[in-house]
């Protein structure tokens, strides 16, 4: 069955300025919708409001047609990879699925990752910051839940585990993923489908020769 995520009317400002205005967002299970926009222009702030953490004017987030006002406190709905590290930093990594919503299914497949199998008798304080981004990754898309919000997850890892983060992203059609990164091309190499945000306001990229056209990037970036 195919799920959607639907966040539409979403408004919020700072410090008398309009971050965000009138924003609307769709995500289905099988798709991973890139979220691009310049350093400040509010992504993350978008993500943490679909999520429910973060007040706004206004933002309807519905999945499958029903309203949900704190989705976060839903079971097996939406589950958010923040910029920062989370998991607490004395428990061994193979605690972590104890203490998060993992099924005993998705503990094993999290554990049995030979990256995560070689260092889970290892406390959080002692991993590498790629290491522990790993972690993190790992462990919130091993979540039961529909959809995954994904903050900066690329932050911190070498380029050999940027491109096995991109195959496991890829490899999760059962969930619906929203991701932004810093880097765009991290971001193209793993969406099926891009958004960008532009003064405000999100658009849907059909060509990725908009994304010069919004000078979002230098003109010739994008080939063909």
């Known amino acids: 069955m195919v799920h959607q995520l639907v966040a539409d009317g979403i408004v919020k400002s700072w410090d008398l300025r309009q971050l965000l205005t009138d924003c609307y967002m769709t995500c289905s299970t099988g798709e991973i919708v890139g979220l691009l926009g310049r350093n400040g222009c509010g992504k993350s702030t978008m993500l943490q409001i679909v999520f429910g953490t973060l007040e706004s004017e206004q933002c309807r987030v519905k999945v499958d047609g029903q309203l949900y006002r704190k989705p976060y406190k839903a079971r097996d709905l939406i589950a958010y990879l923040p910029q920062g590290n989370f998991v607490p930093r004395h428990l061994k990594v193979a605690d ?27 406390r959080i304080s002692e991993l590498s910051g790629g290491q522990e981004r790993f972690v993190e990754i790992m462990l919130i898309l091993h979540s039961s839940a529909k959809f995954i919000l994904l903050d900066e997850p690329f932050n911190a890892l070498d380029p050999i585990i940027k491109e096995e983060v991109i195959a496991i992203i890829r490899s999760h059609t059962h969930q619906g993923i929203i991701l932004t990164d810093h880097d765009y091309t991290n971001v193209l190499a793993v969406s099926t489908r891009i958004m960008l945000l532009n003064e405000g306001a999100l658009k849907q990229i059909q060509d990725l020769k908009e994304l010069e056209w919004y000078k979002y990037l230098p003109e010739n970036t994008i080939l063909g």
Do not use: G
Request: hydrophobic share 50%.
């Open 96 to 122: 972590l699925v104890k203490l998060f919503p993992v099924s005993a299914v998705n503990a094993a497949k999290f554990l049995s990752n030979p990256r995560i199998s070689q260092i889970q008798d290892l």
